[in-house]
């Protein structure tokens, strides 16, 4: 998804924001969900003083004044949000993310970027295989006894999951061993940073 929010520097509130899919061209995303942001606050694009990008799409917002890591804003925006955050958990669609912080600044992160298993991407593909919207495989896994999900792939785990429905597993068990791999590999990345005061979680699966 792309993301933007119209902020006041100097009250800090937040005027207006919006979140829009970001299909196949980063660009034209960014273009529109800034104007849907602007529309949400009621101010003109041409009025912003300033224009950050951030994210995987930040390099193609040619209107960006200056592009951050979403690592450094993840850091920043849940310290701002949250005073006492000492661990930043990040589950987005293409990566996972285990971020120290101090005082809004990293000190140290660690990210599981080289499978698709574990995002936002994987949970929709296993929508998909279960037959279920998103929010319809949340409330399944709640209501199933997690099976064992070995696979540490994305492909081998999809085709792992097919083999489990072949063999008459139900779908909400499924769902709920999905989940569980899910946190058993947050669970191991988190033990590779320190873990230290309140702990945010950020994302698409913390919603």
């Known amino acids: 998804a792309a993301k933007a929010v119209v902020l006041d520097e100097e009250k800090k509130i937040v005027l207006g924001r919006a979140v829009l899919p970001t299909g196949w061209n980063s660009r034209e995303a960014g273009e529109q969900v800034m104007q849907a942001a602007c529309r949400a606050a009621g ?13 995987y799409g930040r390099v193609a917002l040619p209107f960006a004044d200056k592009v951050v890591t979403e690592i450094s804003c993840h850091a920043r925006g849940a310290s701002w949000l949250f005073p ?25 992160f660690v990210m599981n970027d080289k499978c698709a298993a574990g995002t ?7 929508s998909g295989i279960l037959g279920m919207e998103l929010p ?10 997690p099976v064992s999900i070995s696979s540490m792939c994305a492909v081998f785990a999809e085709t792992e999951i097919i083999g489990l429905l072949a063999q008459g597993t139900a779908p909400a068990d499924i769902a709920a061993g999905v989940f569980l791999s ?13 873990l ?12």
Do not use: H, N, W
């Not at 101010?43 to 994210?55: I, N």
């Not at 936002?120 to 296993?126: A, C, D, I, N, T």
């Open 43 to 55: 101010v003109e694009t041409a009025a912003l003083r300033r224009v950050v990008g951030t994210g």
């Open 84 to 108: 006492a955050t000492g661990v930043v958990l990040d589950i987005g669609g293409q990566d996972s993310k285990v971020i120290a912080v101090e005082d809004g600044a990293v000190q140290d």
């Open 136 to 145: 319809e495989l949340g409330l399944a896994a709640a209501a199933g006894k």
């Open 120 to 126: 936002g991407r994987f949970l929709q593909v296993v």
């Open 182 to 194: 899910i946190a058993r590999r947050m669970r191991g990345l988190a033990a590779r940073v320190p």
């Open 196 to 207: 230290r005061r309140e702990c945010t979680f950020t994302g698409g699966l913390a919603t």
